[in-house]
C-alpha cells in the first residue's frame, strides 16, 4: 500500500485558525515571539505555515483553562503572519509573528482539529486628524524618555519610534512595550478610535515614568554613603562614556585642542597666557550644554585671535611717503610737514612714545584719508573706529563677562580687525561723542590716548592688560571745542581748514573727475568735463570748505553723461561750462554782496562755522518808537551783547562822527542779520556790527568790496578773533577784495595760502576809526563800481 495522504482542510475566506494565548496580546504593525504547546494550538500555527495563511491571536480570559471555548475567549484579538518558526525536542512550537491588524470573531467554526471562527476585520480609518498628530508627537516624546529610563533598551527601538509616522502605528508599538498588566493591553487592543488610544497609551506611559523616575531617584539617594571625591570620579567617567557612546565628545576635544594650540601659538605674555589655559581647563571640565560653555569658548577665541605678537616692522622711506601724500593730497602743505616730521622721528626712535595727531578741520577736507595715507606710508594695517554718537564708556571699554552678550570694546575689535598690534587706529569723529547715564566714554579714551597709560590697557572683556603703545592713534574732528579738556591735552591738534578755489579745481581734475568716472562706468574717451566747467561748479553749485559736495556735483554730470553713453555708444559728451544749466539746473549760489551793501546800514561781516567760514550780512535800520533796540535772526547772547556794545560805542563817537544827538531820540533801531532760521553766535561781529550802524546814521553805504571782522572794546579798540584762515577763503569764495582784520591776527596770515593772500588786500585795524575809514563810502553816494569775481 502507499503513503496515506491526509489533505488539510481549507477554510472559507472570511475563517481562520485561532492561537489563544494565556498571558500575551498581540498588536498589530509589532514583531511578537510566541511559544505554543497544546495540540490545537500546534495544529492552527501549522494550517498557517504550509501555505502561508494568515492566523488569529487571541487573549483569553482566564490563564488555567485549557480548552477555552468563545466564551473564554475575548472578543478581539489580532491577525499575524508567521515570519518564523521553530519546533524543540521538548514538543514545544517557537514562532514570530508580524500583527497585521485587528479582528472581531462573529461565530465559532466547528469539526477542525483546531480553534477556527468567522471574524471580521477592522479598518483603521484613513483620515489622520490633527489632534491624533499632536498626541502622537506627545507619545513619541514620552516613548523615547521612558526609553532612557529603562536599562538595556537598544538603540534602534527608539530609531524605529522616530520613524514611525502614523499615529495609530504609533499607539500600537508604544502599547507593546508598556510594562503593565495584561488585562490593560487588551483593553488597549480593543480601542479602535486612534485618538483614545493615543490618550491611554500616554496616560500608561506617563504613570510609568513617574515609577521610573522615583525608583532611579530611590537608587540614586543609596548611594550616597560613597565618598564625595569617589562620586564625582565616578560621575565624571560615567558623563565620558555617555558622550563617548553618543559620539559627542569628538567634535568637543577637537575643538580643545584647536584652542590649545591657538594659546601656543598667540604669542601671549607668561601671566596672561596661564590665565588663559586656567580658562581652557576650566572649559575641560564644563559640559557642552552648559551655558557658560560657549560664553567661556567665545572667550577663549577672543584671546587667540588678538595680536599679542608684535610683527616685524617695515623701515621707513621719507621719500616714498613723501610721494604717497603728494599723490593722494593737493595742497595741505603744513600738514604734509608735519606728517613727515612725525615718521622722521618714528624712523629715528620706532619704540618711542608717538605723539597722538588730531585732525580738525570741516566735513570733506581729506582727514580720514590723510590717516590712510599715513598707513601707507607706514606700510602697516590701517583701522578706523567711528566714535560719532558713542555714549556708553562700555563700548570703549568692553563688557564685563557677567553681562549675556558681553563683547570687548571697540578699540580691542578694531585690533583683532586689523591683524597687528602696530596698526595706524583712526578714532574718528572724538567731538561726537557725549556722556550718557552708562558713563562717559571721553573719560575712558584718556587711557588709550595716553601714551604713558596706554601699554597697560585694560577692557573690561578680557580682564588682562593688552599693551597699545606701539598702535599709532590719529584722531579726527569737526571743532575742536566740544572735545573734552582732558582728551584735548593728550593730543596734538594739527587744522585743515579748508580749500581755496584754485585748490578745489586743482582737487577735481587730479581725483574726483577719475573717480567719478570710474564709479558711473566711463572712460576718458567718453566724457569729458571741461575746466571752465569745473571752475562753474566750484564757484556757482558748492560753497563747502571741503569737497564732498564738489565731487556730488560731479558725479551728477557723469550721470548725465553715462545716460547718453548708454543710449549710444558711439557719442562722446563734453560738459562746458554752458551747459552746467542744463545739467545741474540753476546755479545754486550768487554774489550778491554787491546789491547787500549798496544802501547805508549794510555791512558784511565774516563768520566761522564747522564747516568752513562764510559771510554774514547784518543789516540795521531806524523807525519811530522809543528807543528800544530790535534784534533779530536767531542771535545767541554773545552776538546781542556786541549790538549792545556798537550802538552804545556809537552814540560815545556821536561828535566825531558829526551825527546829531537827535537822530536817536523817538525812534527804534533794528538790527537783523538775515537767514533766520540759522542760529548766530559768537565774539566775532562787533565790528561789523558798529560799521553797519555807523553806516546808517551817517548815511554812507559801506565798500560793496569789503568784509570785516573782530570785536569791540567800549574804549573802541578792536580786538582779535579766531578762525581767520577759513573767515579768509570764505571772503575770497565770496568774491570780496578787501578784508578788515584786527591788527593782532596779523600773524594768522601766514596760515592762509599764497593764492589767497594775493588776490585780496587786507587792512589791519586798532581801532574802530580805522574801520571808518577803510570801509565806508561818501555821503549820499552810491558806489556804482563794477562787481568782479576774484
Not at 729 to 748: F, S
Request: a negative charge; proline letters at 5%; charged letters at 25%.
Amino acid at each position: 500500500m502507499g503513503e496515506l495522504i491526509v489533505a488539510k482542510p481549507e477554510l472559507p475566506q472570511d475563517v481562520i485558525a485561532l492561537i489563544p494565548m494565556r498571558n500575551i496580546v498581540l498588536f498589530p504593525h509589532v514583531l511578537t515571539a510566541i511559544t505554543v504547546g497544546r495540540a490545537k494550538s500546534i495544529a492552527a500555527l501549522e494550517h498557517a505555515l504550509d501555505p502561508k495563511r494568515p492566523l488569529g491571536i487571541i487573549l483569553q480570559k482566564d490563564p488555567a483553562v485549557d480548552e477555552p471555548g468563545q466564551d473564554a475567549l475575548f472578543n478581539v484579538g489580532t491577525v499575524v503572519n508567521v515570519v518564523r518558526h521553530l519546533a524543540s525536542s521538548d514538543g514545544l512550537r517557537h514562532a514570530v509573528c508580524q500583527g497585521l491588524g485587528r479582528f472581531s470573531i462573529e461565530e465559532m467554526i466547528e469539526d477542525r482539529p483546531f480553534l477556527a471562527a468567522r471574524v471580521r476585520l477592522i479598518a483603521e480609518p484613513d483620515e489622520v486628524s490633527t489632534e491624533a498628530e499632536a498626541l502622537a508627537m506627545q507619545l513619541r516624546e514620552r516613548t523615547v524618555e521612558i526609553l532612557s529610563l529603562l536599562p538595556g533598551v537598544p538603540a534602534e527601538l527608539a530609531h524605529a519610534l522616530q520613524a514611525t509616522r502614523a499615529p495609530s502605528h504609533l499607539a500600537d508599538i508604544a502599547a507593546s512595550l508598556l510594562d503593565t498588566e495584561v488585562a490593560e493591553k487588551q483593553m488597549l487592543l480593543e480601542t479602535v478610535s486612534t485618538e483614545e488610544r493615543l490618550r491611554k497609551v500616554l496616560q500608561i506611559l506617563s504613570r510609568r515614568i513617574e515609577v521610573l523616575r522615583l525608583s532611579q531617584e530611590i537608587g540614586e539617594r543609596t548611594k550616597e554613603h560613597l565618598e564625595d571625591r569617589e562620586r564625582k570620579f565616578l560621575l565624571r567617567e560615567q558623563l565620558k562614556t555617555i558622550q563617548k557612546e553618543l559620539g559627542e565628545t569628538e567634535g568637543d576635544d577637537e575643538e580643545i585642542e584647536k584652542l590649545d594650540e591657538a594659546i601656543a601659538e598667540a604669542g601671549m605674555p607668561e601671566e596672561i597666557e596661564a590665565q588663559a589655559r586656567k580658562e581652557l581647563q576650566r572649559l575641560k571640565r564644563m559640559p557642552a550644554a552648559s551655558s557658560e560653555y560657549s560664553m567661556l569658548h567665545t572667550y577663549l577665541e577672543w584671546m587667540t585671535e588678538l595680536p599679542w605678537k608684535l610683527p616685524e616692522e617695515a623701515p621707513i622711506d621719507l621719500d616714498a611717503a613723501r610721494q604717497i601724500l603728494e599723490d593722494d593730497h593737493f595742497g595741505l602743505e603744513r600738514v604734509k610737514q608735519r606728517i613727515i616730521e612725525f615718521l622722521a622721528v618714528q624712523k629715528l626712535k620706532p619704540q618711542g612714545r608717538a605723539p597722538i595727531l588730531c585732525f580738525v578741520g570741516p566735513p570733506g577736507v581729506g582727514k580720514t584719508s590723510l590717516g590712510q595715507s599715513i598707513a601707507r606710508a607706514l606700510q602697516r594695517p590701517f583701522v578706523r573706529v567711528s566714535l560719532g554718537g558713542v555714549h556708553d564708556e562700555a563700548e570703549m571699554r568692553g563688557h564685563r563677562r557677567t553681562y549675556i552678550g558681553a563683547m570687548p570694546g571697540n578699540v580691542v575689535q578694531s585690533l583683532r580687525k586689523a591683524g597687528a598690534r602696530n596698526c595706524v587706529m583712526m578714532l574718528d569723529e572724538v567731538d561726537k561723542m557725549s556722556a550718557s547715564l552708562h558713563g562717559d566714554p571721553s573719560a575712558a579714551l584718556l587711557e588709550v590716548l595716553d601714551p604713558e597709560q596706554n601699554s597697560t590697557f585694560r577692557d573690561n572683556y578680557l580682564g588682562v592688560p593688552f599693551d597699545l603703545s606701539r598702535v599709532v592713534f590719529i584722531a579726527t574732528a569737526n571743532v575742536i571745542d566740544n572735545v573734552p579738556p582732558p582728551v584735548r591735552d593728550r593730543m596734538e591738534i594739527i587744522d585743515l581748514p579748508g580749500y581755496t578755489r584754485e585748490e578745489k579745481l586743482q582737487i577735481a581734475q587730479r581725483y574726483l573727475v577719475s573717480r567719478q568716472r570710474e564709479a558711473n562706468g566711463l572712460n576718458e574717451d567718453q566724457c569729458e568735463i571741461t575746466v571752465e566747467a569745473l571752475d562753474g561748479i566750484i564757484a556757482n553749485y558748492t560753497r563747502e570748505a571741503g569737497v564732498r559736495q564738489l565731487e556730488r556735483e560731479i558725479g551728477r554730470v557723469m550721470r548725465h553723461a553715462a545716460m547718453r553713453v548708454a543710449s549710444d555708444a558711439q557719442v562722446k559728451v563734453r560738459v562746458d561750462a554752458a551747459d552746467l544749466d542744463a545739467i545741474l539746473g540753476a546755479a545754486k549760489f550768487e554774489h550778491e554782496t554787491g546789491l547787500r551793501t549798496s544802501l547805508p546800514g549794510v555791512a558784511t561781516g565774516l563768520a566761522w562755522t564747522p564747516v568752513g567760514g562764510d559771510i554774514l550780512f547784518i543789516e540795521a535800520t531806524r523807525v519811530s518808537g522809543r528807543g528800544q533796540l530790535i534784534l533779530t535772526g536767531q542771535l545767541g547772547g554773545v552776538m546781542k551783547e556786541s549790538a549792545q556794545a556798537a550802538l552804545t560805542l556809537l552814540k560815545g563817537r556821536a561828535d566825531s562822527l558829526h551825527i546829531s544827538a537827535s537822530l536817536f531820540e523817538g525812534i527804534d533801531l533794528h538790527v537783523h542779520v538775515p537767514a533766520g532760521a540759522i542760529p548766530k553766535d559768537g565774539p566775532s561781529a562787533g565790528v561789523a556790527m558798529f560799521i553797519a550802524l555807523a553806516s546808517l546814521f551817517t548815511d554812507r553805504p559801506v565798500h560793496h568790496d569789503v568784509a570785516m571782522t573782530g570785536e569791540i572794546s567800549l574804549r573802541g579798540m578792536v580786538l582779535p578773533v579766531g578762525g581767520i584762515k577759513e573767515k579768509v577763503l570764505a571772503a575770497q569764495r565770496a568774491g570780496l577784495r578787501r578784508v578788515l582784520l584786527p591788527a593782532r591776527n596779523e600773524k594768522d596770515l601766514r596760515d592762509v595760502p599764497e593764492t589767497a593772500r594775493s588776490t585780496l588786500e587786507f587792512v589791519l585795524l586798532e581801532t574802530v576809526d580805522d574801520a571808518i575809514q577803510a570801509s565806508l563810502g561818501q555821503r549820499g553816494r552810491r558806489q556804482e563800481s563794477e562787481f568782479k569775481l576774484v
